[in-house]
Each structure stands twice: as structure tokens, then as C-alpha cells.
């Protein structure tokens, strides 16, 4: 994600988990106080392919800005400061510090070289403009899944003051954002002062009535704060009826293998508990340590049976310092790129089937860009017709789906 400070050439990218890009905008906000000109890369290391991706840009930004400093920071950086060291421009600030200015100013005066902190940034790749506002609710994970280097990265959880919460919150509605999404490393584990996360959300309904469309970002299955937070989805309309669960696999004996505490039947009862009005999307690791052609489709009968409308699936990364880097039977690596194309397929089938039975309603949406729109079910809508300024939510009546995108007509 890309953003620039109006009086200051400070430039941030962003790479991996929506969190990382939310802690960007925080330090470029910081850093504008100090600095007139600086890059962050807030990398990512949840994969060796992400790590590897993360040096990559590093050095392709030092290429195109040879006199600016690139302040490194993120999961990558704290994981393998080596692969940043060698780069001239580069200076690395674990997540321990990533939000302490000090941090930031010592590296800078202890740096070996020069900078012209008045020159021109090149940076690649912008992101678009969001529409909706995510804040940070929690940091860091006390779980211990058998293949996740993030926690280690990251450390224990720590839930945020609901005040301060709060206060991002009336920010979001005072700036334009009517949708706020509810985000952390492990958003279900939040505990803070009696409040648990679905009391997050219930109070943010009551304390912000100006928020039109609340969401949770991810969560973990093993939570009963699902079914709370289902409770509040049918009650209150501003609670967007979809939610992201952090799946991982629907074999019970695979799941036991990652350490996750949470089995298939414990989906199974989130599905039914939450019936045909609210839609879930999963995260799933294909080609885990051991996982058989036999478990694998027993995780297809689970797809098919609670039908879930989107799935993010990816091949299994073996990460070191993690117990699943060691463990016997490793997949390779083909059948788990395989596997993710048939699940994903899968779940593509299943979306398209539910988009087409909605076909001729009307619907609320989040329009974005180019009048690319978002349905409470977080379902992309183009929009036929002239053009709608980012952050309106209006009505569609959707007339169509191409290529998994809904069309729809402003009513």
C-alpha cells in the first residue's frame, strides 16, 4: 500500500496481511514529524516465497532511490535482518520497535552514509484508494500452530484500550469512512478492561452511530465469540453478515497436526448456528505434513457441505524455528499447488451458485473505485452507468455476474 504525506515525500509499501499495511500509515503518520523525505517497506514473512519477495523490493527500491533511506521493518526484517544489511540504503527496525519514533531517528543518525533527504521518491506498485477504514484492535498470538513463524515474530497478544479504539473510530466517520473493519494478528483473542470482541463491536455500534457497515477482519474458529458476534450480525444490521475464518484445514486429524484447537465439527455447528444469511470465507493451507490424498478431500467434504463463498488457499510454506519445518511426510510441493487449484475451484462454484441465486435483488453496497462496489457479503459489484465518488453507499439491483463479479444498476 502506497501513501504520501501532503508536506512530506514519505512514502510507504506494504506487503502481506492488511495489518501490516495499517501499521505503515502509523509510522509514515509519525515519521512526518521528523523527516522530509524517507521510504518504509513493512515486510512479510509468513511464507518463504513472501520473505524472499520482501528482499526483492527492498533492493529494487534502493536501486531507484540511491539516496533516500529505506527504513525496513515488519516480519521479514525481524526475522532475517541479514537479507537487508548488505543493502547501502537500507535500515532494519524489528516489529519490537516498528512503532517507536526513537527507533527510527537512532538508526538514522547511526547510519553509515549520507542521505539527501530532499529528493524525489520513486516508489512502484501504488495501492488504490480504500473506502472503508481498518483499525488495529490487537498485536501478537499466544497460540502455537505447528507451522506459524508469525507469532514468533509478532509475540504474545496485546489487546488495545477500547478508548483509543473508540477514538479511531470517530476519526474514520469525521474522515468519510462509513464501513470500519476490525483487524489484529489474532482479532478473536481480544480481552481487554471486561470487554471481549464482540463487546468491541456492540459498543462501537452504540458509541458511533454513524457507522454504517462494521466488520471483523479474521477469526479464529476455536472462538466463541463467533457465536456472539452471529447473534449481533442478525440483530443489527450494520454488522456485515460475512466472516473470515481463519480455517487452516477441515481434516480433524490434520488440524491436530497444526496444533489448531478447533476441529471440523466445530465448523460444522458456526455454519448452522449462523444459517443461510450470513457467508463465511476460509484460509487453507494445502499440502501440510502428512496431509494424504485422503485427508485432503476430507476437507473438500467439509467445503461442500457448509459451502463457504470464498476460499484463500496457498501451498503449505515449511518456515524454520517451526515445528512443522521437521516433521515427517512433507508434501511436495506440485501436489500442494494442485490441491489449491481444486479447492479454489471449488469454492469459485459454490460463490458463483450464491451470486446467481441473488440475481434480480436489490442490494446495499460500499462503492470504491471505478465504480467497483463491495456487498455486505464482500462480493465485488461493477456498477453500469456514470460515475460514483468512493466511500457513497447506495442501492444496486444486481442484474448480472461475469467473470465472479456481480454487475448491478444504481436503483
Known amino acids: 500500500m502506497q501513501a504520501q504525506n501532503k508536506k512530506?515525500?514519505?512514502?510507504?509499501?506494504?506487503?502481506?496481511?492488511?495489518?501490516n499495511a495499517l501499521e505503515s500509515e502509523k509510522i509514515q503518520k509519525m515519521l512526518s514529524h521528523v523527516l522530509d523525505s524517507a521510504i518504509i517497506l513493512n515486510s512479510c514473512a509468513v511464507t518463504g516465497e513472501a520473505e524472499r519477495q520482501s528482499g526483492q523490493t527492498a533492493r529494487k527500491l534502493a536501486r531507484e532511490n540511491p539516496d533516500v533511506p529505506i527504513?525496513?521493518?515488519?516480519?521479514?526484517a525481524t526475522r532475517n535482518p541479514d537479507l537487508f544489511y548488505q543493502i547501502p540504503n537500507a535500515l532494519v527496525i524489528s516489529n519490537r520497535d516498528k512503532l517507536s519514533l526513537s527507533a527510527y531517528t537512532d538508526a538514522l543518525a547511526a547510519a553509515p552514509c549520507n542521505f539527501n533527504t530532499t529528493k524525489s521518491i520513486k516508489i512502484a506498485k501504488p495501492d488504490s484508494k480504500l473506502s472503508k477504514q481498518f483499525i488495529q484492535v490487537q498485536n501478537g498470538c499466544n497460540h502455537k500452530c505447528a507451522y506459524c513463524v508469525?507469532?514468533?515474530?509478532?509475540?504474545?497478544?496485546?489487546?488495545?484500550?477500547?478508548?483509543?479504539?473508540?477514538?479511531?473510530?470517530?476519526?474514520?466517520?469525521?474522515?468519510?469512512?462509513?464501513?470500519?473493519?476490525?483487524t489484529g494478528v489474532d482479532t478473536a483473542s481480544y480481552a481487554?478492561?471486561?470487554k471481549l470482541i464482540s463487546d468491541v463491536c456492540k459498543s462501537l455500534l452504540k458509541d458511533v452511530p454513524e457507522i454504517r457497515r462494521l466488520r471483523i477482519s479474521s477469526m479464529d474458529p476455536a472462538s466463541p465469540e463467533i457465536f456472539k458476534l452471529i447473534d449481533l450480525i442478525k440483530a443489527d444490521k450494520r454488522m456485515m453478515?460475512?466472516?473470515?475464518?481463519?480455517?487452516?484445514?477441515g481434516s480433524?486429524?490434520?488440524?491436530?497436526?497444526?496444533?489448531?484447537?478447533?476441529?471440523?465439527?466445530t465448523v460444522r455447528k458456526i455454519a448452522e448456528y449462523a444459517g443461510k444469511d450470513i457467508t463465511f470465507s476460509w484460509d487453507i493451507i494445502c499440502g501440510f505434513p502428512g496431509e494424504t490424498d485422503g485427508l485432503f478431500q476430507e476437507t473438500m467434504d467439509l467445503v461442500a457441505e457448509t459451502q463457504p463463498i470464498k476460499i484463500h488457499a496457498f501451498p503449505f510454506s515449511a518456515r524454520p524455528?517451526?515445528?512443522?519445518?521437521n516433521m515427517p511426510n512433507q508434501i511436495n510441493h506440485s501436489v500442494a499447488k494442485e490441491r489449491v487449484k481444486i479447492i479454489s475451484a471449488a469454492s469459485d462454484k459454490i460463490r458463483d451458485n450464491f451470486m446467481r441465486q441473488h440475481l434480480g435483488g436489490t442490494v446495499s453496497v460500499l462503492v470504491e473505485e471505478n465504480?467497483?462496489?463491495?456487498?455486505?457479503?464482500?462480493?465485488?459489484?461493477?456498477?453500469?452507468?456514470?460515475?460514483i465518488q468512493p466511500r457513497t453507499i447506495c442501492d444496486v439491483k444486481l442484474v448480472d455476474v461475469i467473470n465472479g463479479d456481480y454487475v448491478g444498476n444504481i436503483i
Open 8 to 19: 512530506n515525500d514519505i512514502k510507504s509499501l506494504s506487503m502481506g496481511c492488511r495489518l
Open 71 to 76: 527504513f525496513v521493518t515488519g516480519c521479514a
Open 150 to 182: 508469525t507469532r514468533l515474530l509478532r509475540g504474545p497478544a496485546i489487546s488495545f484500550d477500547y478508548a483509543d479504539i473508540l477514538a479511531d473510530a470517530k476519526e474514520a466517520v469525521k474522515n468519510g469512512f462509513y464501513e470500519i473493519v476490525l
Open 192 to 194: 481487554k478492561d471486561g
Open 241 to 249: 453478515p460475512h466472516m473470515h475464518l481463519s480455517m487452516q484445514s
Open 252 to 265: 480433524d486429524e490434520v488440524l491436530k497436526s497444526m496444533r489448531r484447537r478447533h476441529n471440523s465439527d
Open 321 to 325: 524455528d517451526t515445528e512443522a519445518f
Open 371 to 387: 465504480n467497483i462496489a463491495r456487498t455486505p457479503h464482500d462480493i465485488s459489484v461493477k456498477i453500469q452507468g456514470n460515475k
